[in-house]
C-alpha cells in the first residue's frame, strides 16, 4: 500500500534539512549483500543483451488527461500485470514504454541517456517522467538494477521518480525498497487513483526540493 500518512509527514519535515541524496557508490552496495546478490548486480549492470526490446504505448486522444504528455517507464515480466498497468497509464494519458526484464531496463535507460547526450547540451529534458518497476517475480534483480538505473541517471544530472509496484508490504519488502532508493510502492494490481496519488506527493517533494 502507500506511504502511510505518518511517513508522509515526516518526510515533509525532512525536506527542507537535507540534498538529494547521493546515490551509494557500487562497491558499498557489493558489500552490505550476499555473494548471490552481488553477482546478480554484476549481470545486471553489465547486460547480455545488446539489443533492447521495448514496447511503446500511447493513446491519440484529445482530452484534457491528468498525465498527457507524461512518459513512464514500466519495468514489468508478468503479461497480465503489464497489461494492466499499461491500461491503467493509458487510461490517465501518459505514453507507456515497457520493458520486460531488468537487464533489458539497465540497458535500455543507458542506451536513452546516452544518445540524449550525443543530440547535445540542447536535450535537457529527462527521458522519461517516471519509472515503475515491479518487484515481486523480478526478485533481489530488480533493487540491483534500481541502484544502477539511478547511478546511470545522476550521471547525467537527472533524478527520476522512480515508484515499487508490490503485492506485499511487510517491513522486509519496505526497507529494501527504501534500501534501492525508490521513492514510493504501490499495491498490485495497478489503480489510476493511487498512481495519481503518488505522483502527486512526489510532484510536491520536488517543489519543496526547490523552495
Known amino acids: 500500500m502507500s506511504l ?8 515533509a519535515r525532512q525536506l527542507n534539512e537535507r540534498t538529494i541524496h547521493e546515490l551509494p557508490e557500487l562497491d558499498v552496495y557489493h558489500q552490505e549483500q550476499n555473494e548471490e546478490t552481488i553477482h546478480e548486480l554484476v549481470d545486471v549492470y553489465h547486460p547480455r543483451q545488446k539489443d533492447v526490446s521495448v514496447d511503446v504505448i500511447e493513446l491519440h486522444s484529445t482530452e484534457n488527461l491528468p498525465l498527457k504528455g507524461k512518459k513512464i517507464l514500466l519495468i514489468e515480466d508478468d503479461s497480465t500485470s503489464v497489461t494492466i498497468s499499461q491500461r491503467v497509464i493509458s487510461s490517465l494519458g501518459a505514453v507507456t514504454y515497457i520493458c520486460r526484464n531488468t537487464r533489458e531496463s539497465v540497458n535500455y535507460v543507458s542506451k536513452i541517456l546516452s544518445e540524449q547526450r550525443d543530440v547535445g547540451p540542447s536535450t535537457t529534458s529527462p527521458p522519461f517522467d517516471f519509472i515503475l518497476i515491479d518487484c515481486e517475480k523480478l526478485r533481489t534483480g530488480v533493487f540491483a538494477a534500481t541502484v544502477c538505473i539511478r547511478k546511470d541517471l545522476s550521471h547525467y544530472g537527472f533524478r527520476i521518480p522512480i515508484m515499487a509496484l508490490t503485492v506485499h508490504s511487510n ?14 510502492y504501490l499495491p498490485k494490481p495497478l489503480k489510476p487513483d493511487l498512481l495519481l496519488e503518488a505522483i502527486d506527493y512526489m510532484e510536491y517533494r520536488k517543489l519543496f526540493r526547490r523552495l
Open 4 to 11: 502511510s500518512t505518518e511517513l508522509v509527514n515526516e518526510a
Open 171 to 184: 517491513m522486509e519488502v519496505i526497507a529494501k525498497i527504501q534500501d534501492a532508493e525508490m521513492d514510493y
